[in-house]
């Protein structure tokens, strides 16, 4: 990692560093967080000749060499003063809401749309809504374009930012010219280092975020963590890192419950972190324990399904979206714990 005295290389600076590390075979891999760029050599870069002659440079303050398997993820990389808001939380210093309905149906456009109203008016800073969908089954509702109208009219109303996922080149197109504010990638996805990498360079340089689930098939919390370093590595810094449950369930839940993993990752990582306890249980009744468990964690937000009438509600939505009501006493509840752990965090 190179730190300039700067906050930013000029181009000129840029371009001989650049020509430096490629006479070793390396790559300079530039990041433009909140506060400064980062300039992570990409390649071997355990090249002491290489390193003494960046470290030469009149605007070179030191060259950080951080033995970790991140460059970028790492807590100590120089990203993790990067911050960066969704509907006016700042990651980190404040507990940020998604919740909106699992999936999106333009034939019933209204009852997103209440949703939307109903979500901010119970205290969600972001809409989330599925419009193209990842069913286990070939032959059940797969989603379609004209549902992500419905959300833009969604947005437009209630001016909450938008949080889609999206399992494709063509959908991620089509999400990024409608200036989606969250791409979600989704567990199924997870996994999918094309997809992050074409993720991670088509929103870098833009204010899209990324909240990146945990794959339900991952092993290692490294893995996840390497999973969210190619999509900043890409170029996007605007990273959240979605527990979501995994595999198999826990008996009478739908996946295995992994809130707990939230302290594991702030130990390695600066990325907030932002619990989805609703496909990590699966049913509505267990959802708030499992949300408030992830605030009292130390998770930054929460990403929730909730319906204006659940039952009415496609995809997950019948058995594990919360009604505003529900969603407005967790939320409640939620600042509550939050609350006094920042209190007691003060309190030293
Ligand atoms: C969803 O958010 O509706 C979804 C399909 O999530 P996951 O990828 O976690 O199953
Ligand atoms: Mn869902």
Request: proline share 5%; glycine share 8%.
């Amino acid at each position: 990692m190179i730190i300039p005295k700067a906050n930013v290389l000029s181009a000129e600076q840029l371009a001989e560093v650049q020509a430096i590390v490629a006479e070793f075979g390396c790559q300079i891999g530039v990041i433009k967080g909140a506060h400064r760029s980062i300039y992570a050599i990409l390649g071997d870069e355990r090249k002491e000749l290489m390193l003494s002659r960046l470290e030469g440079l009149s605007y070179v303050d030191r060259i950080d060499r951080i033995d970790s398997p991140f460059k970028l993820m790492d807590l100590r990389s120089g990203l993790a003063d990067h911050d960066f808001a969704i509907g006016g939380i700042t990651l980190g210093k404040g507990l940020l809401y998604i919740a909106g309905p699992c999936t999106v149906d333009p034939k019933e456009a209204q009852l997103t749309i209440e949703t939307a109203h109903a979500v901010k008016a119970a205290g969600a800073h972001a809409l989330r809504g599925g419009v193209w969908k990842p069913r286990t089954m070939p032959y059940s509702y797969q989603g379609e374009d004209a549902a992500l109208e419905v959300l833009l009219e969604a947005r437009a109303q209630t001016k909450l930012p938008l949080n889609v996922e999206v399992m494709d080149e063509r959908q991620l197109a089509v999400a990024v010219d409608a200036k989606v504010d969250v791409i979600q990638i989704g567990t199924r996805n997870g996994l999918n280092y094309t997809l992050l990498k074409k993720i991670g360079e088509c929103t870098a340089n833009t204010s899209t975020a990324v909240l990146l689930k945990r794959s339900r098939h991952m092993g290692p919390i490294d893995e996840f963590i390497a999973a969210a370093e190619y999509i900043v590595a890409a170029g996007n810094p605007k990273i959240m890192l979605c527990p979501r449950g995994t595999l198999p369930g826990l008996d009478g839940y739908r996946n295995h419950p992994d809130e707990s993993i939230t302290p594991l990752l702030k130990e390695k990582t600066w990325a907030p972190v932002v619990y989805d306890p609703s496909h990590a249980v699966g049913r509505a009744q267990y959802v708030e324990q499992a949300a408030l468990a992830a605030v009292a964690y130390g998770a930054d937000g929460l990403n929730l399904e909730a319906h204006i009438s659940p039952k009415r509600g496609i995809g997950d939505d019948p058995k594990q979206a919360l009604n505003p009501t529900q969603l407005a006493r967790l939320f409640k509840n939620g600042l509550k714990i939050y609350e006094i752990l920042k209190g007691s965090v003060d309190d030293g």
